[in-house]
Each structure stands twice: as C-alpha cells, then as structure tokens.
C-alpha cells in the first residue's frame, strides 16, 4: 500500500503552494495582452488566431499560446479550437471599458515595477524600497515625470481605482456640509470631480505635481465641473493650498513612511480652517490578518509599499498615531459599500 504523505492529506501540491508559487506566471499573460490589446481587438467579437497575430503583429503558434492561457484564466472563452471570444472578466482590460483595469495591468507589469519586486528580499533584509536599489533613484515619482508615457499609464491607473472608489465614497459621506474641498494628490481630478457632482454648491481645488495634475482641467471639463474647481500644482512636501475646510487625501499617506506621511499632514493642518475636516481614503489594515482574499489583498498591497515606496498599509491605531504627530484628532472611520476595501477615515484639527 502506498504511504501517504502530508501533501496527499491536505489535497495534493495543485492544491496549496503551486499556484502560489508560478502565480507570477499568470501576471505576465495578463500584462501582455494589455499590451497587446487583445480585449480592444476582441470587443467587436470572435476571432480567430490568425486574425489575432495579423492586427498585433505577434507569432502565430506563440500568441494561440498566449490565448489559450488566457483562456484558462477565465480572461477569454475559446468557443472552438483557435476561435476566441471577449467576456466579463476580459472585458475589464478595455481600453474604454467603464471598469477598465488595463493601466493598472500594464502598471504593475511595468519594468519598473517587475524589476523592484525581483529585488523584495533587499527591501525585506533592509527596510527600505528596492525601486530604490535597483534604479538609484530616491523618488519613484520624479523617475515617472521623465517618462511622460509611462506617467500616464501611472495616473490612468490610479484613476481606474479611483473610479470604483468614488462612487462608494459620495454614498458614505455627506459632502454637502463643506464649502470648498482641496483634493490633495488629487491627479486628473477623477474624485473630486464626483464629489462635485453630488454637492452642487461646493467648490474644489485639485492640488498635484505639475505631470500629477496634467490631465485634470481636461477631465474636470468632460465632467462639467471645471467652473467650481481650481487646478493648482505643487509639492504637498512643503505647502497645500489654504482656504478649503475639508481636505482629502485619496491613496496618499500610505505610499509614505511615518515622517514624511506626518509632514503632509502637517501642511494640511497649516492650512485647514479651526473648523475643518480631514479625511484619508485608505485601507485600514486589520489589527490580525488572517487567510482570506481581502486580507491578502491589503498585504500584498503593503508589501508593494515596502518595495516601491517605503511606504505602508496601516492599521487605525497607527493612522491615530500619525494624525497626533500632525496635530489632528481621528474622529470616526467609515468602512465604504461594496467590495473596494476602502474607508474613509475623518480626522479634526487639535
């Protein structure tokens, strides 16, 4: 009779550490065909591989490969043998898709971002970020405002999360009860734009590096709120614009360590008026992780942190902490609907 082992007991190696083991493999089909638009290519309906590798330029053998895995993945559907249909999963990696997550695919398959991760150990035997081992380069975001290309992939990526974030944000938080907002690190405009919308009264100001605001009159203009929102460029290191009495920080605080996060806070307390609001949209992290996908997903998003930034996920305790070092008192934290894992966390000057 055979021995069984341990691995037989608890489903077989299939079943525990090989998809986390070759999980990268999966990363990378996805990231080509962002690049290769396959979904773009699919949107108008099924075709054939040949068809496929004609519009792209790929091999033929090579890409029906790449398809098949796609496939696999549950990306694509293959109705026939070499026929490939678009569907709801593969749909987000439109370029036009509401939902699209196409420049955070092409993001996080970045060189940039590949080559750091290849270096996690450094960052984990160090504690500082491996973006900076690898490229020599303190500030990942000066390297960006180099490669104009690649910083709009960045900001369009940051606005396809934005997108699924703001809705639920305006849902959970009355805006109504604020006159001017400033949108610190606000980018294109994406959030401040639909808190806009829901408050017909307020005015905003969207406050960013100059290649960080770039696109945002563009976009406040589309959104039809361009006349109540004012786009200003700047370093939120040294100062933020005075005059608003809420200021919102989307996916900001955590790209920082303690110091540097507590310095922008600061800069919104100098500005903020004695009855104003500060409010963090972040993810809270758990006090206990235990094993379920949206605690997998809040660290491995700390473990991006680490790697590219120096930054971190944090829990309420320690955003309390930064908020004190900062002169702000956390007031209340509001878990937003849906699936987003994003709160917003309110803060009021001490």
Same mark, same amino acid.
């Given at each position: 009779?055979?021995? *069984?082992? /341990?691995?037989?007991?608890?489903?077989?190696?299939?079943?525990?550490?090989?998809?986390?083991?070759?999980?990268?493999?999966?990363?990378?089909?996805?990231?080509?065909?962002?690049?290769?638009?396959?979904?773009?290519?699919?949107?108008?309906?099924?075709?054939?591989?040949?068809?496929?590798?004609? %519009?792209?330029?790929?091999?033929?053998?090579?890409?029906?490969?790449?398809?098949?895995?796609? /496939?696999?993945?549950?990306?694509?559907?293959?109705?026939?043998?070499?026929?490939?249909?678009?569907?709801?999963?593969?749909?987000?990696?439109?370029?036009?898709?509401?939902?699209?997550?196409?420049?955070?695919?092409?993001?996080?398959?970045?060189?940039?971002?590949?080559?750091?991760?290849? %270096?996690?150990?450094?960052?984990?035997?160090?504690?500082?970020?491996?973006?900076?081992?690898?490229?020599?380069?303190?500030?990942?975001?000066?390297?960006?405002?180099?490669?104009?290309?690649?910083?709009?992939?960045?900001? %369009?990526?940051?606005?396809?999360?934005?997108?699924?974030?703001?809705?639920?944000?305006?849902?959970?938080?009355?805006?109504?009860?604020?006159?001017?907002?400033?949108?610190?690190?606000?980018?294109?405009?994406?959030?401040?734009?639909?808190?806009?919308?829901?408050?017909?009264?307020?005015?905003? +100001?969207?406050?960013?590096?100059?290649?960080?605001? /770039?696109?945002?009159?563009?976009?406040?203009?589309?959104?039809?709120?361009?006349?109540?929102? %004012?786009?200003?460029?700047?370093?939120?290191?040294?100062?933020?614009?005075?005059?608003?009495?809420?200021?919102?920080? *989307?996916?900001?605080?955590?790209?920082?360590?303690?110091?540097?996060?507590?310095?922008?806070?600061?800069?919104?307390?100098?500005?903020?008026?004695?009855?104003?609001?500060?409010?963090? +949209?972040?993810?809270?992290?758990?006090?206990?992780?235990?094993?379920?996908?949206?605690?997998?997903?809040?660290?491995?998003?700390?473990?991006?942190?680490?790697?590219?930034?120096?930054?971190?996920?944090?829990?309420?305790?320690?955003?309390?902490?930064?908020?004190?070092?900062?002169?702000?008192?956390?007031?209340?934290? +509001?878990?937003?609907?849906?699936?987003?894992?994003?709160?917003?966390?309110?803060? +009021?000057?001490?």
């Amino acid at each position: 009779m055979m021995e *069984k082992t /341990a691995s037989s007991e608890r489903g077989g190696f299939n079943a525990t550490l090989m998809p986390l083991i070759n999980g990268f493999m999966a990363a990378r089909v996805v990231h080509v065909a962002a690049e290769l638009g396959i979904a773009d290519l699919l949107a108008a309906g099924t075709k054939s591989t040949e068809t496929l590798a004609s %519009e792209t330029g790929a091999n033929i053998p090579a890409l029906h490969r790449l398809l098949r895995a796609l /496939a696999s993945l549950g990306v694509i559907d293959e109705l026939e043998p070499g026929r490939f249909a678009l569907n709801a999963m593969g749909d987000q990696l439109r370029t036009d898709a509401p939902d699209s997550v196409r420049n955070l695919a092409l993001l996080f398959g970045s060189e940039r971002v590949w080559r750091s991760w290849g %270096e996690l150990r450094h960052s984990i035997l160090t504690g500082t970020p491996a973006f900076r081992h690898v490229f020599g380069v303190d500030d990942p975001f000066e390297y960006l405002a180099r490669d104009p290309k690649q910083a709009t992939v960045f900001n %369009e990526a940051m606005a396809e999360i934005t997108r699924q974030v703001a809705k639920a944000v305006v849902t959970a938080y009355d805006f109504a009860t604020f006159s001017k907002i400033v949108d610190v690190g606000g980018g294109n405009g994406t959030l401040i734009a639909t808190i806009l919308s829901s408050a017909p009264k307020l005015l905003g +100001i969207v406050f960013d590096s100059s290649s960080g605001s /770039a696109e945002a009159s563009d976009h406040l203009r589309t959104r039809g709120v361009l006349e109540r929102c %004012e786009v200003i460029a700047g370093d939120f290191f040294r100062s933020v614009p005075r005059g608003g009495d809420a200021y919102i920080l *989307k996916s900001i605080i955590h790209d920082w360590d303690d110091e540097r996060s507590a310095t922008i806070l600061k800069n919104c307390r100098d500005a903020v008026s004695a009855a104003g609001k500060l409010l963090l +949209i972040e993810r809270v992290m758990p006090a206990r992780i235990d094993a379920s996908g949206g605690h997998q997903r809040w660290t491995m998003l700390d473990m991006h942190m680490l790697v590219m930034l120096g930054g971190r996920e944090r829990t309420e305790e320690e955003f309390r902490s930064i908020f004190a070092a900062a002169n702000f008192e956390l007031t209340r934290t +509001i878990l937003l609907p849906g699936a987003t894992g994003f709160s917003v966390i309110e803060a +009021i000057p001490i």
